[in-house]
């Protein structure tokens, strides 16, 4: 999994046409998955604002996630990017990583219920 993420980074990096944007969509999909290298890699994206609007507040909340796992770096880059946050963005970025990630696509709906079965009508045997 980690080849592909560096793939994925790197094709990202490189400007190959469509890359960029396929590569941060299934790094984004492994993040919300909760793979923490992707977390990571998301929150990098996030706190230097590559292909996307800087947020600093989303890019502490993968590190949360990512650190939470045990991935080393990102406890180094949430403890560095929690020193030049405010304390209410450090508070809003904790309340989204303990937030739940929904992963459904927005087009899954609820499978339909079974149909009511109803026996056949029993008909008197006549000899």
Known sequence: M?????FLILSWLSGVAGAQEASLEEMRQAAEKGNPEAQMEVGIL???GYNMPKNTVSA???????AE????????RRDQLKARMTAQEI??????AS???TTAPPTAQAPMPAPAVTPPEEKPVTP
């Open 2 to 6: 980690q080849k592909a993420l560096v």
């Open 46 to 48: 996030y706190e230097f």
């Open 60 to 66: 502490l909340m993968w590190y949360v996630r990512s």
């Open 69 to 76: 796992q045990g991935n080393v770096l990102a406890v180094k």
């Open 91 to 96: 508070d809003e970025a904790q309340k989204l």
């Open 99 to 101: 937030a739940p990630l």
